[in-house]
Nanobody
């Protein structure tokens, strides 16, 4: 069973930047791609950025132009560079494969955008 560990979250002011990291215990992202998800309080988890198994990159409209997803196959890692952060980006961020069946979810990393 693959283990996913997210890190890099924190408290940042509006307009600031953060870089999230995801470490996988296997090379699952090499075969299935990778997605970054977020869940805000009282809301459903949503996919915000993904690299498909074919290498295509997709973003939800609300983060286009501000977030950049990347992966390092050699390190079994994925990253989410987040710029121009807004209060509505506040959520717990998770990584996983970009489509079902999902693997066990990690604990996520909290991102709080507030002045």
């Amino acid at each position: 069973q693959v283990q996913l560990v997210e890190s890099g979250g924190g408290l940042v002011q509006p307009g600031g930047s953060l870089r999230l990291s995801c470490a996988a215990s296997t090379s699952i992202f090499n075969f299935y791609g990778v997605g970054w998800y977020r869940q805000a309080p009282g809301k459903q988890r949503e996919l915000v950025a993904a690299i498909t198994s074919f290498g295509f990159i997709n973003y939800v409209d609300s983060v286009k132009g501000r977030f950049t997803i990347s992966r390092d196959n050699a390190k079994n890692a994925a990253y989410l560079q987040m710029n121009s952060l807004k209060p509505e980006d506040t959520a717990v961020y998770y990584c996983n494969v970009p489509s079902p069946p999902y693997r066990s979810w990690g604990q996520g990393t909290q991102v709080t955008v507030s002045s």
